[in-house]
């Protein structure tokens, strides 16, 4: 009886011993493996370097390529991927470029990771990048002589249908002619065909328009109490649709007896003569200084610029006319119902010019 108690009692402490044993060696095994697997450093201090190709101090966005160059860094990281535009770019490296295609000035967020295996840090970084648009349409006023023929007519006659200006437009070389690089436009105060003034109105209809983009022109406006200089734009269907139905944009107005207010004016029904949706801007040297005046037109809105500044935000949409191809027209009245404000024509007014260096119109 006590031998065989012994026995099963040194049987169970052999158990015991046993298992233990392979307890511990599994668990020096475990140690031992553990020990010889690397440790996954997680990535730290990414930097997200950006370079907009083209920029400087006048361009600050760039050049109009949308090209920018990137260049990310961060310690331990052995890889990288960023979110740029809606375009996920991954890199060994963090080096490579990328180009903006949406046209204009537009800020983009962008996002980024440094990774090293399954560890990770991401950062985020905001640019903003300038988008040239093509060229659709421009007129240099390189060639002298009249004006090109195949771009721009003449709107002639007295009055200035419907707004009771002073002045008879003509196409005569006196009133209108491109010299030197420029469009000029003479305002002459003389006698002529019943008028006390004469001047001139030109314009593409018929010959280009175009639905949408942005125009640039570059412009010096004429001096004097009663001028009324003015870049603008009517609907192609105004012939059958009339005014203010047609839409009407005015990208520049100026009046003589208001120095330096620079007016963007729209028109269309219900919003029509003195009710047009408009703003202004108070800039020097209008007279004296060419000047950089600009639309950025779209399905969505309407942005009225000068020398690049924004001044006025119109909300497009598809009830209004603006929508459909519009012309260019480019005039200098004397008086009427808007060139009057402010004091009306200086009785020692004798003449003045508006000159145009360039338009261009981009898509």
Not at 138 to 154: C, I, L, M, V
Not at 195 to 221: C, E, H, M, N, P
């Amino acid at each position: 009886m006590i031998k065989n108690i012994f026995f099963s009692t040194y049987s169970h402490l052999i158990k015991i011993n046993l298992f233990l044993f392979f307890l511990i060696l599994g668990c020096s095994s475990s140690d031992s493996a553990s020990s010889n697997t690397p440790m996954v450093i997680t990535p730290s201090n990414l930097v997200i370097n950006t370079e907009i190709v083209g920029a400087n101090a006048v361009n600050i966005n760039g050049d109009g390529s949308g090209v920018v160059n990137f260049n990310l860094s961060a310690i331990n990281a052995t890889s990288y991927s960023v979110l740029v535009d809606g375009q996920t770019i991954n890199s060994t490296t963090g080096i490579f470029s990328y180009t903006f295609t949406g046209s204009g000035t537009t800020t983009y967020t962008i996002l980024a990771s440094a990774y090293n295996g399954g560890q990770f840090v991401s950062g985020s970084k905001t640019i903003t990048v300038f988008v040239g648009s093509n060229l659709l349409w421009s007129d240099e006023f390189n060639t002298d002589g009249a004006p090109n023929t195949s771009s721009w007519s003449y709107d002639i006659g007295a009055g200035g249908w419907g707004n009771n200006e002073e002045q008879y437009y003509t196409n005569r070389p006196e009133n209108v002619i491109v010299q030197g690089g420029l469009l000029k436009i003479k305002t002459i105060k003389e006698s002529y065909l019943g008028s006390a003034y004469t001047s001139a109105r030109i314009l593409t209809k018929g010959k280009f328009s175009f639905k949408y983009g942005k125009v640039d022109i570059y412009a010096k406006l004429p001096s004097g109490g009663g001028t009324w200089p003015a870049l603008w734009m009517l609907g192609d269907n105004i012939s059958t649709a009339g005014w203010p139905a047609c839409g009407e944009i005015d990208i520049m107005e100026h009046i003589g007896n208001q120095l330096g207010k620079i007016h963007g004016t729209l028109h269309h029904p219900g919003h029509s003569g003195g009710n047009g949706d408009t703003s202004t801007v108070d800039i020097t040297n209008v007279t004296t200084q060419f000047h950089l005046y600009t639309i950025d037109w779209r399905a969505s809105y309407i942005k009225f610029y000068v020398d690049n500044v924004l001044f006025y935000t119109f909300s497009n949409s598809s009830s209004l006319p603006f929508n459909q191809n519009f012309f260019l027209i480019f005039n200098n009245a004397m008086g009427g119902n808007f060139g009057n404000v402010g004091g009306g024509i200086d009785p020692n007014f004798t003449a003045s010019t508006f000159e145009v260096d360039y338009v261009r119109v981009y898509n």
